[in-house]
């Protein structure tokens, strides 16, 4: 059975760094892609990043690019998002996700969901 579960999640000022986490577990994830995507109240979920397992080749949606770093460790099998220099409108439920997706961006290509991390960061 596939899990993954977010840590990581907080309570911010603006400016401040929070580092996410995503524990992967039940299968082998070689070949696959995980993503991070954002979902703030009253809005569509958002892609952030993403980062196929195999290569480390990654993606970002424009608002987070030169502040979000996504990475991961295929020895304990977790997927990081590094957030600096955050903003208010960073504010939102993080997800992490793995799939075979050949679109990054787009949530419905992934299979697997997290139950996701809050982040909240204030002015």
């Known amino acids: 059975q596939v899990r993954l579960v977010e840590s990581g999640g907080g309570l911010v000022q603006a400016g401040d760094s929070l580092r996410l986490s995503c524990a992967a577990s039940g299968r082998t994830f070689s070949g696959y892609v995980m993503g991070w995507f954002r979902q703030a109240p009253g809005q569509e979920r958002e892609f952030v990043a993403a980062v196929r397992w195999t290569t480390g080749f990654t993606s970002y949606t424009d608002s987070v690019k030169g502040r979000f770093t996504i990475s991961r460790d295929n020895a304990k099998n977790t997927v990081y998002l590094q957030m600096n220099n955050v903003k208010p409108e960073d504010t939102a439920v993080y997800y992490c996700?793995?799939?075979?997706?050949?679109?990054?961006?787009?949530?419905?290509?992934?299979?697997?969901w997290g139950q996701g991390t809050q982040v909240t960061v204030s002015s």
């Open positions: 996700a793995a799939g075979f997706s050949n679109n990054w961006s787009n949530p419905g290509t992934y299979d697997y």
